[in-house]
């Protein structure tokens, strides 16, 4: 189980909510995808495979038990208490402290913050909570509005990860990004220096 993690919600600010994801959120984010499945599935793998709320029950099933292990934090994020995507820290590694941020949005809220926003206080849960000292951001290579995400929050790019994810039927490559706990403690929480309105 995660350690010292029994936090429901993240208060981002006064309009952005993240909530760990449960069953009811099953027909929103089904909704979600539903309206936007074009959009989301130039990047994501998993869009296709979303069908029904049963199909995104059991996969809230899956983060539910994921969660307990203490491998998985996945939340919903709310924007003015409207379901807008997801983000969590997936594969999280106990032995070794780190774990991998991942997010999507629906087109609609695209562009005014809320990402951003929602990573740091995430990025800050991470290293003070749940005690990790490294977090990843991988996306590919041509995904240039996550990799900004990446470097507006002080991510450093390690290098490319060859064909390692299978998008749409082909095989494509990843940019790897990560952050220290170090780094991140260095720049004040980032509090300072990520622009408030930049970006997703």
């Known amino acids: 189980m995660l350690v010292n993690s029994p936090h429901s919600t993240i208060k981002v600010d006064n309009k952005i909510v993240l909530e760990i994801i449960v069953q009811e959120h099953a027909e929103p984010l089904l909704n979600l995808v539903n309206a936007n499945r074009q959009y989301l599935r130039e990047w994501l793998p998993w869009v296709d495979n979303m ?119 082909k095989f494509i490559d990843l940019s790897l990004y990560s952050l220290l706990k170090e780094e991140w403690s260095n720049k004040g929480e980032m509090n300072n220096t990520v622009h408030e309105n930049g970006g997703e």
């Open 51 to 169: 069908q029904s709320v049963d199909d995104f029950k059991a996969y809230i099933s899956r983060c539910k038990s994921l969660h307990e292990e203490g491998s998985d934090y996945g939340l919903v994020i709310r924007m003015n208490n409207e379901v807008a995507g997801r983000v969590g820290i997936h594969y999280i590694n106990r032995q070794n402290s780190c774990g991998a941020i991942g997010y999507w949005l629906g087109e609609a809220f695209a562009g005014k913050g809320i990402i951003t926003k929602s990573c740091e206080a995430l990025i800050k849960h991470g290293f003070t909570v749940l005690q990790l000292n490294r977090i990843e951001i991988k996306c590919g290579t041509g995904n240039y509005k996550s990799a900004a995400i990446a470097e507006r929050l002080h991510f450093k790019k390690e290098g490319v990860l060859r064909q390692a994810e299978f998008v749409n039927g």
